[in-house]
């Protein structure tokens, strides 16, 4: 199998193309043969150093990805072989061969391509924890989204990652812009702060799927549909990465393992 590799702490140009031998699924895994992979900010993150949940180089990230499922483990239902899928993995998503638990597996929907699919779970599934979970909103209720577009948010993590401080200090003068909240004025003005990390949710799988079987219900309703922006050829994540860093992107950036995808002309 082909995966993309982050062989050091760096630039765009840490990113290899290596071959590996194919992976075999555990028990409760299966094998999915890749054909989109999506791109999160923290994988920017990990290959500048700067996430603390990465492992360490040469390492292959990558959170989501979407194909066809080729071979099953021992105690898989034998359904799922040969279907269309996306699936959440924890790292390893730059590949076109991947092993996943099959509890983090779900079928594609009919409205959604490789490309679009691979574009749901990962902020999908932190969209609806913060504001639904968490946010307790309903019918009727009006919310204020801060940095939709991303660009302020984006400048203000793209500066962390291109000042010349070392390792971790690049998040000092971020951390200083970040506002402190004491629990007693939240008390008395009836307001609450929260944060969320997806990525130390892997162990919560009922929660997880429960709140994934909701967004593919708004995708057959028609009330979510994920936005992708540009898809970049497998061999040309370096570019993709670039892309983003440089905040041309809104909406998702995607991998394609088979095909390019032209530009989308207005982003060019």
């Known amino acids: 199998m082909k995966q993309i590799v982050i062989t050091g702490h760096g630039g765009p140009e840490k990113l290899q193309v290596r071959e590996a031998p194919d992976p075999n699924p555990r028990p409760d895994e299966v094998r999915i043969r890749v054909k989109a992979c999506r791109i999160n900010f923290a994988d920017i993150l990990a290959r500048r150093g700067l996430y603390p949940d990465a492992p360490r180089p040469p390492m292959v990230v990558g959170y989501e990805i979407s194909g066809i499922v080729d071979q099953l483990g021992s105690e898989v239902d034998k359904q799922w072989l040969g279907r269309d899928v996306f699936a959440l993995v924890h790292f390893g998503g730059y590949a076109d061969t991947v092993t996943v638990p099959a509890s983090q597996v ?13 574009a749901l779970p ?34 203000a993590i793209a500066s962390a990652t291109t000042t010349q401080l ?15 909240f004491h629990p007693l004025s939240l008390m008395s003005r009836n307001r609450g702060v929260f944060g969320v990390n997806l990525g130390h949710l892997w162990h ?12 593919l219900g708004g995708v057959e309703a028609g009330w979510i549909r994920p ?26 950036v995607v991998l394609s393992v088979e095909k390019q995808i032209p530009p989308t002309s207005r982003r060019a």
Do not use: C
């Open 106 to 118: 779900f079928a594609m929907p009919a409205a959604l391509d490789y490309e679009h699919s691979v």
């Open 122 to 155: 990962v902020q999908y599934l932190t969209a609806w924890q913060l504001l639904v979970v968490m946010g307790a909103v309903t019918a009727g209720d009006s919310v204020l989204v801060h940095n939709a577009g991303g660009g302020v948010g984006l400048a």
């Open 166 to 180: 070392p390792g971790p200090l690049r998040l000092l003068a971020l951390a200083a812009a970040t506002p402190w």
């Open 204 to 215: 919560e799988v009922p929660k997880l799927q429960a709140w994934m079987r909701a967004l």
């Open 227 to 252: 936005h992708v922006d540009r898809t970049f050829p497998f061999e040309r994540a370096g570019d993709a990465h670039a892309w983003i860093e440089d905040r041309k992107n809104i909406g998702k």
